[in-house]
């Protein structure tokens, strides 16, 4: 059995705990609508090159940093997965993106009742397929139901639809899909690490959320207003930090640092 790894503490500066209380005393009808920065034990290592920086500058740091990772093969994503995604109430079974049931480990495959390796990046934006790097990258997959997996097929994100059929909340419409509440912040974070780490350097395309639908074999995904807006309603879970934690610690050794700072993603965009 995989012991679920308990993502470290994160700590907040003294100073911005106080100015937030004070705040709180003299204007309690404020609201903040600003993520406020983290602190995480890779500060002073992983992203040390990367702290204190914005914009164009942060996210070619970034890049650099996240490019060093070990590549696994398509079929190694299989029991990769088992692992990334596993229940932590029930250590037989993976927890299935979109749909958040849970579901055997053993019911990987392609028929109706099975899970599948769902490209959050939709593989056919940038022409990558099942190749070695962006196609195996598992940063951006996830073990999502063989049915709700085709109905979302390589649409982009937007709000709005009709009723996905065992989609947990999620909605579909003819150029869109919206996936569940609880997985909002999950699909944005990892359709931005995507556009960070492949930047059209190492062979593949140069990956970008824009502001579009209906993108089709463009190596583009939308919508990035509405991607951020999921970020900031649906931060990190305990999930999604562990998840980022296996894949650095037992497989590719690059972390999503969209997890780790949720607010570098309007520092960047």
Known sequence: MLAIRIPRPR???????????????????????????????YDTTYYKNAIGKTGTSLKS????????????????????????????????????????????KSLNGGDVGDWNREHTWAKSHGDFGEATGPGTD???????????????GNLDFDNGGSTVSNGGGSLVDSDSFEPRDADKGDVARMILYMAVRYEGDDGWADLEPNEKVG?????????????KAWNDEDPPSAFEENRNQVIYDDYQHNRNPFIDHPEWVEAIW
Do not use: F
């Open 61 to 104: 740091s970034l890049h650099t940093i996240i490019s060093s990772q070990t590549k696994i093969s398509y079929s190694a994503v299989w029991n990769a997965l088992k692992s990334t995604d596993e229940d932590p109430n029930n250590s037989g079974n993976v927890i299935l993106l979109y749909s958040g049931v849970s579901r055997s």
């Open 11 to 41: 700590r907040k500066a003294l100073a911005l705990a106080t100015a937030a209380v004070l705040t709180a005393l003299v204007a309690p009808s404020l609201t903040v609508t600003e993520a406020a920065a983290t602190t995480t034990d």
């Open 138 to 152: 598992l940063h951006h997959l996830r073990p999502a139901d063989v049915q709700v997996n085709s109905v979302r």
């Open 215 to 227: 993108n089709g074999s463009n190596p583009y995904i939308g919508k990035l207003a509405v991607l």
